[in-house]
């Protein structure tokens, strides 16, 4: 997706522009060249937020507590998932 980007100091100069500009896309604020911030509206940025709160983060086991070890040793698939078996043979 294709951003508006603009320098810091132009930003510095027409916040109010960007300021708007940023309720209908995001505004990349560059600083030598380089997008260093990015300027979205409210709606946008929760609903960033939103999808960030789905993702999923893979952990280490050295990084899990001994609790959370335990469970994850502990536990068991279903046996009506039992058929998905076949599909590791494959």
Known sequence: MAMLEVPATEVAKRFSRYRQAAQREPVAVTHHNRVTEVLM?????????????LA???????????????????????????????????
Do not use: G, I
């Open 41 to 53: 509206s409210k709606h946008d940025y929760d609903e960033f937020l939103r999808l960030k709160s």
């Open 56 to 90: 999923t983060r893979a952990q280490w086991t050295h990084e899990l507590s001994a609790e959370s070890l335990a469970a994850l040793t502990e536990a068991r698939v279903d046996p009506a998932h039992d058929h998905l078996d076949a599909l590791l043979d494959e």
